[in-house]
């Protein structure tokens, strides 16, 4: 799978390890706001579910955690 932005073209295994850099980059944001530990719980699943699925190789359940990881923003 190739993911495709207006600059540049990269694998899911290039791109996937930069969402969840991104996404560990917000979890303290949220767990700082009112209510935003559930959000920074969510996070922290999705990031342990890519985690997982790379290590394995489970090509569809990193599909499946780029995408949710790229639902999150601030």
């Known amino acids: 799978m190739t993911i495709m932005n207006a600059n540049e073209s990269l694998t899911l295994g290039e791109a996937l390890p930069l969402e969840i850099a991104r996404v560990q980059e917000m ?3 949220y767990e700082a706001a ?3 530990f559930i959000a920074a719980g969510l996070m922290k699943s999705d990031i342990a579910k890519a985690h997982k699925a790379m290590m394995e190789g489970d090509l569809p359940t990193m599909i499946e955690a780029y995408k949710d ?3 999150y923003d601030y």
């Open 27 to 29: 979890i303290p944001e």
């Open 34 to 36: 009112p209510m935003g």
């Open 69 to 71: 990881l790229k639902e």
